[in-house]
């Protein structure tokens, strides 16, 4: 079966330095990825998605990018953190465009 | 762009009663997906049920039931026989079936669900 992992599971970083949060999925090939932020009490917000190694699509102009170096792995990063990237960050991945996504358990980030 | 409304923050059910929750969206596509996500306290995001619009029938799964109404833009959730693991945050979901930007999400802001004892 399938699983998706995203460590670490919380993070408390000061303004001004890096962040890369990683994702991970077992148990099947080329899946598509995503990354959502939810910010507090809200729905949410999809960041980057991908549909292969290093084809990145992002959604929204902001602090953050994100790679694939290898086929299940995606990453998030940010040279430097904003007090505004604080949130809960979700990794998701699905088999093709139009299927269901698999969400993984999130990262929260609080930014300093 | 596409949108999606859910207008009640919060509900709250006795258990083992029938609840309803409210999404509408708005899109000028006609090949499209819905869904409703489930987020616990765990904020684990967990599929609930998936709806094709090209599908007249209303999707099922065990106690969770739709009502989906294509010309109305709705989209509506039934819980049945409310139980106390269905305490969580749920949120509506729109996905384009075709063209850019497909397979990506579009959240509503969610409904808090409390299943009271």
């Known amino acids: 079966s399938q699983t998706i992992h995203q460590w670490p599971a919380t993070l408390v970083q000061p303004v001004g330095s890096p962040l890369s949060l990683e994702c991970t999925v077992e148990?099947?090939?080329?899946?598509?990825l995503y990354w959502y932020r939810q910010a507090a009490g809200r729905g949410l917000q999809l960041l980057f998605y991908?549909?292969?190694?290093?084809?990145i699509s992002s959604e929204v102009p902001q602090n953050l990018s994100a790679s694939r170096p290898q086929d299940r792995q995606f990453i998030l990063s940010s040279k430097k953190l904003l007090l505004s990237d604080s949130g809960f960050y979700l990794c998701a991945w699905s088999v093709g465009t139009g299927d269901e996504q698999f969400f993984g358990p999130g990262t929260r980030l609080t930014v300093l | 762009a596409q949108t999606v409304t859910q207008s009640q923050p919060e509900m709250s059910v006795q258990e083992a009663e029938t609840v309803t929750l409210s999404c509408t969206y708005d899109?000028?596509?006609?090949?499209?997906?819905l869904f409703w996500y489930k987020q616990p306290p765990s904020r684990q995001m967990i599929l609930v049920i998936r709806q094709e619009a090209y599908k007249q029938q209303n999707a099922t799964e065990n106690r969770f039931s739709v009502n989906f109404q294509k010309a109305a833009k709705s989209f509506s959730l039934k819980i049945s026989d409310s139980q106390l693991g269905d305490t969580a945050m749920y949120f509506c979901a729109f996905m384009r079936g075709y063209g850019g930007s497909q397979g990506n999400l579009i959240f509503g802001k969610g409904t808090k669900l409390s299943v009271k004892p």
């Open positions: 899109t000028s596509e006609n090949n499209y997906y």
């Open positions: 148990g099947t090939s080329n899946p598509n």
């Open positions: 991908s549909v292969g190694i290093g084809q």
